[in-house]
């Protein structure tokens, strides 16, 4: 029996990367709660200190317990065939120059009765209750794939001791549990009869739980950490409980809501379909606090959190997900060299991420989503090295700034291999005491005996040792050292111009590399200009947001980042005048400036809006009146191209083809021009009630979507109801209970949710009720074949004009894809052409050799082109036949530029905006020339374009 107490070390440097805070509400949610707000607000509930053994910092070096900052371990060196990340910056911190330091984290749960909980009664009460549904698949071969579903009893049937967790064996604080036929087994700490866990064996609702569900049949996977066990059924929906009897949580009763806000379950979906591992990571009283990069300790909170992690299928990606965000797997962390190590397996504890290559290589990490960064409402950070006075088994500590970057993965020392000496994939990761080192790492195998057992350490050793184990350990767990072990980062580059209110500063290109589109970043910026260039670092970590995603960056939403720069300051006197000028008007004294500018990416482009004020303090005054400064945007393209505009590049990203070609597949159509008899009249009438149901889909889509945006727009002026209160009672000005953190981060927070919201469902709007109308039509069409059955006759023809795109219903008439408008000397003044990201978009764009770029939205351009007399069968019979009567198209003009800021939302919002010079207007096709017209006034039209 191996003894889990912790060994009295020196500690090694934390790490840190923080994640998402786990907010637990246990009030309703109610609006007429001002009052109770501020006479809560100012008597605050603390929680009662957690008693218990601190560990004490060692020197590295020193024989003697100290309490003096410890010493920061050497980095592990990078891979020899990756090159470094950014070799030709400085490091991040000079102090750290001997390495980066391990932290661990402390998910905050709050629950601070009168005080907190009632502002978030108030928010919560606005919150969206309906969120988009994350995209999915078929959820039973989760568990058939080559990485899994194996049963992985590898300590043996029901042992006397589980030494190394797998998918059907685990172990915790408090006892061990195997799986076997689908039936959760459970031995207490002690004990040594094993016994059907909670009778059953199976997850079951407790008689007095608002968390009712139908208990599965069986169970395929489980992992526990910590005081948590959870549990995946076949159709991969997750299950939970809590094995701690402390009163705080719902003691031993299943539970199957995860997440927050929407009252709902954790599921798996194709983002994680034949996942090489999955681990489970709690971190609350058992681990009590973490420390950050530069050896801070910070405590846990008051409830802690849970993580779910899973390593993807190729090995290079971790997902993850956690009690305190949507239910859904959006959110990533970027594995070792840079996203191109390949592991694996994966083990989590109180969430340190372990790691194995094929080659035997190991990476740890404590990283979830508090640590990263990315919850400034509940914690401060920082950029800067900042000692705190409390130890970690202080509750304050939680309270005091936690050190950014989260840390980085440490490579493990290799196991040394002799004789039969022999690695398997099977590997744990598990927590046994307090703080970043109190976790021992486990990697099954042989010695060089050929004996089975378990190499084992304590994290920041040096050395491994062997224990003798009878382990079952088959062949195909082994590790095959043939294999790769270093593959292929996705990391992106990209490049792209300066941007000033609007316009592209002459002379200025800027390139951004290491972009991986996870959840937190470390990019370089360049900015060049006319043989000068400039560096720096970027930070940058995902906003906190309650949209139920799939996989934003990469799908139909953008990543939204904070972004904080690193930099020497001292270098800008060393440029020439111009381009320090600028320099310091983009970066000033912003050096480590907490989340001072936002990103929006994508695998397309990344946008760094810089506002030209102080940025992200997120305190604005309160005068309504605001010195207007210039706005620079950075608009990077992953190919470098600027010709395509920010407003084609995001519909293009937020609704590429994947999400409308359901609605145009071989089973939903007819064939034009085809005779359809009556004994065809079932198969008629399906493809109708499918294309209906096809309808009504996009219906729910457009009409969710209007709703989520206005609800989430409601929860923006909620909380700034909220923000206005605490300001003007100065109770924004306390720390505790974290009001002043909450009202610091707040708004820009719930602006950025209300606005990508919005943007989700105009989009939406654009794009769905377009093929709507395409799909009606085509229903429309269809009917006709039943209407013709009902009148008796034995055969109908599907009409030939009709169509299944805006393009082909533009093509019968010979519309242009591409026109030009030329001068006098042959040059190129103007150009159009149809918006070939968008193809179910009835719209030309217009550029203009000035760089604006018109939308011209052709309004029921079905309708005018289907009542016409006659239809051309050629371009010259369009030529003679609209000669004499030009076909006239309704348009919506859509003027904009290539910064994609406010501002130039406001001009597509705001058809009275100075800015925007028209708004609608007339497109003309005479079967040889394009003409668009806008209208200038009432009975008023200006000619833009003329051109073939």
Same mark, same amino acid.
């Given at each position: 029996?191996?003894?889990?107490?912790?060994?009295?070390?020196?500690?090694?440097?934390?790490?840190?990367?923080?994640?998402?805070?786990?907010?637990?509400?246990?009030?309703?949610?109610?609006?007429?709660?001002?009052?109770?707000?501020?006479?809560?607000?100012?008597? %605050?509930?603390?929680? =009662? !200190? *957690? #008693?218990?053994?601190?560990?004490?910092?060692?020197?590295?070096? &020193? @024989?003697? +317990?100290? $309490?003096?900052?410890?010493?920061?371990?050497?980095?592990?060196?990078?891979? %020899?065939?990756?090159? =470094? !990340? *950014? #070799?030709?910056?400085?490091?991040?911190?000079?102090?750290?120059? &001997? @390495?980066? +330091?391990? $932290?661990?984290?402390?998910?905050?749960?709050?629950?601070?009765?009168?005080?907190f909980c009632t502002i978030f009664s108030i928010l919560t009460a606005i919150i969206p209750g309906k969120f988009a549904p994350a995209e999915s698949t078929a959820k039973k071969d989760f568990f058939s794939s080559p990485h899994s579903g194996q049963i992985q009893d590898i300590n043996g049937f029901l042992p006397e001791q589980v030494y190394i967790r797998t998918r059907t064996q685990s172990y915790c604080t408090y006892g061990e549990f195997a799986l076997v036929d689908g039936r959760i087994y459970f031995k207490e700490k002690g004990e040594s009869q094993w016994k059907l866990f909670k009778q059953t064996g199976l997850p079951h609702p407790d008689p007095s739980s608002t968390d009712k569900f139908t208990p599965p049949a069986r169970i395929e996977e489980i992992c526990a950490d910590g005081d948590s066990f959870y549990a995946w059924d076949g159709e991969g929906t997750q299950y939970y409980i809590y094995l701690a009897k402390d009163g705080k949580r719902k003691d031993r009763s299943w539970l199957r809501k995860f997440g927050f806000p929407k009252n709902t379950y954790l599921s798996m979906n194709d983002l994680v379909k034949n996942y090489r591992g999955w681990s489970m990571g709690a971190r609350r009283i058992e681990v009590l606090w973490h420390e950050d990069r530069y050896g801070n300790p910070h405590h846990y909170g008051t409830m802690g959190l849970e993580t779910v992690y899973f390593l993807t299928s190729d090995g290079q990606h971790i997902r993850f997900a956690d009690s305190g965000l949507p239910q859904d797997l959006s959110r990533s962390v970027e594995v070792p060299l840079n996203g191109a190590f390949?592991?694996?397996?994966?083990?989590?504890?109180?969430?340190?991420?372990?790691?194995?290559?094929?080659?035997?290589?190991?990476?740890?990490?404590?990283?979830?989503?508090?640590?990263?960064?990315?919850?400034?409402?509940?914690?401060?950070?920082t950029y800067d090295k900042v000692e705190q006075k409390y130890s970690g088994s202080e509750y304050l500590s939680n309270y005091s700034p936690w050190a950014l970057p989260a840390e980085d993965w440490m490579e493990q020392p290799k196991i040394p291999l002799y004789g039969q000496a022999r690695l398997t994939k099977m590997i744990s990761i598990a927590q046994n005491g307090h703080g970043n080192a109190a976790r021992e790492l486990r990697v099954a195998g042989r010695d060089q005996n050929g004996n089975t057992g378990f190499y084992h350490k304590q994290i920041f050793d040096d050395e491994w040792s062997f224990t003798k184990a009878n382990l079952i350990l088959d062949e195909s767990l082994f590790l095959d050292p043939s294999q790769e072990e270093i593959g292929k980062s996705d990391n992106i580059e990209y490049s792209g111009p300066l941007i000033k209110n609007g316009k592209p500063l002459e002379g200025f290109r800027c390139f951004l590399?290491?972009?991986?589109?996870?959840?937190?970043?470390?990019?370089?910026?360049?900015?060049?200009?006319?043989?000068?260039?400039?560096?720096?670092?970027?930070?940058?970590?995902?906003?906190?947001?309650?949209?139920?995603?799939?996989?934003?960056?990469?799908?139909?939403?953008?990543?939204?980042?904070?972004?904080?720069?690193?930099?020497?300051?001292?270098?800008?006197?060393?440029?020439?005048?111009?381009?320090?000028?600028?320099?310091?008007k983009l970066f000033g004294e912003r050096n480590h400036k907490l989340f001072v500018f936002s990103a929006k990416a994508s695998l397309e482009y990344f946008q760094i809006t810089i506002n030209g004020s102080e940025g992200a303090s997120f305190l604005s005054k309160i005068s309504p009146l605001e010195q207007q400064q210039d706005t620079y945007v950075i608009f990077l393209t992953k190919r470098g191209i600027f010709q395509r505009n920010t407003i084609t590049l995001r519909t293009a990203t937020l609704f590429p083809r994947k999400n409308w070609e359901k609605y145009f597949q071989p089973e939903l159509t007819l064939q034009n021009g085809k005779s359809y008899s009556i004994k065809e009249r079932t198969q008629v009438q399906n493809v109708i009630d499918l294309n209906k149901k096809c309808a009504d889909e996009l219906k729910k889509e457009i009409n969710e979507s209007k709703k989520t945006s206005s609800s989430a727009g409601t929860s923006r002026w909620g909380y700034s109801i909220i923000d206005l209160i605490t300001r003007i009672t100065f109770l924004n000005r306390l720390n505790f209970p974290k009001i002043k953190q909450v009202t610091s981060f707040g708004n820009q927070i719930m602006t950025s949710n209300a606005e990508n919201f919005a943007q989700l469902a105009s989009y939406k709007e654009l794009i769905y009720s377009n093929i709507?109308?395409?799909?009606?039509?085509?229903?429309?069409?269809?009917?006709?074949?039943?209407?013709?059955?009902?009148?008796?006759?034995?055969?109908?023809?599907?009409?030939?004009?009709?169509?299944?795109?805006?393009?082909?219903?533009?093509?019968?008439?010979?519309?242009?894809?591409?026109?030009?408008?030329?001068?006098?000397?042959?040059?190129?003044?103007?150009?159009?052409?149809?918006?070939?990201?968008?193809?179910?978009?009835?719209?030309?764009?217009?550029?203009?050799?000035?760089?604006?770029?018109?939308?011209?939205?052709?309004?029921?351009?079905?309708?005018?082109?289907?009542?016409?007399?006659?239809?051309?069968?050629?371009?010259?019979?369009?030529?003679?036949?609209?000669?004499?009567k030009p076909v006239k198209f309704q348009v919506e003009l859509l003027l904009t530029n290539f910064s994609g800021t406010e501002k130039d939302r406001s001009v597509l919002s705001n058809k009275k905006s100075p800015e925007c010079f028209y708004d609608t207007g007339t497109l003309e096709w005479n079967g040889k020339k394009l003409t668009i017209k806008a209208r200038t006034a009432l009975y008023s039209y200006k000619e833009i374009f003329c051109g073939k």
């Open positions: 029996m191996l003894n889990f107490t912790p060994k009295k070390r020196k500690l090694a440097p934390p790490k840190t990367k923080l994640k998402g805070s786990n907010l637990e509400l246990t009030h309703k949610h109610k609006i007429s709660v001002t009052l109770n707000l501020i006479q809560g607000l100012y008597r %605050p509930i603390l929680s =009662p !200190r *957690h #008693p218990g053994r601190s560990l004490s910092l060692s020197k590295r070096n &020193s @024989g003697s +317990v100290s $309490t003096k900052p410890y010493r920061i371990r050497n980095p592990a060196p990078r891979h %020899p065939e990756i090159a =470094p !990340r *950014h #070799p030709e910056l400085a490091p991040r911190h000079p102090e750290l120059a &001997s @390495g980066p +330091v391990h $932290t661990q984290t402390n998910r905050f749960r709050i629950k601070f009765g009168m005080t390949i592991a694996q397996n994966i083990s989590v504890s109180a969430d340190s991420i372990f790691l194995i290559g094929s080659r035997g290589s190991m990476y740890t990490r404590l990283i979830d989503f508090d640590t990263m960064g990315c919850d400034p409402m509940f914690f401060q950070y590399s290491g972009a991986s589109l996870c959840s937190e970043d470390e990019c370089s910026l360049n900015i060049a200009y006319k043989g000068e260039r400039w560096k720096c670092r970027l930070f940058a970590v995902e906003k906190w947001t309650y949209m139920q995603r799939y996989d934003p960056g990469r799908d139909e939403s953008l990543r939204d980042y904070f972004i904080t720069p690193e930099f020497d300051q001292k270098e800008f006197d060393s440029y020439s005048p111009e381009f320090s000028s600028i320099l310091k709507l109308d395409l799909v009606e039509r085509r229903i429309h069409n269809y009917s006709k074949i039943i209407e013709d059955f009902d009148a008796n006759k034995i055969i109908s023809t599907l009409n030939s004009d009709a169509k299944d795109s805006y393009v082909d219903y533009f093509d019968t008439i010979f519309l242009p894809h591409y026109a030009e408008e030329k001068d006098k000397d042959g040059g190129v003044m103007a150009s159009v052409q149809i918006a070939r990201e968008t193809p179910f978009v009835p719209a030309y764009v217009f550029f203009s050799t000035d760089g604006s770029m018109i939308i011209v939205l052709l309004k029921d351009s079905i309708g005018t082109i289907t009542s016409l007399e006659k239809l051309p069968s050629s371009a010259e019979e369009a030529e003679k036949i609209f000669a004499e």
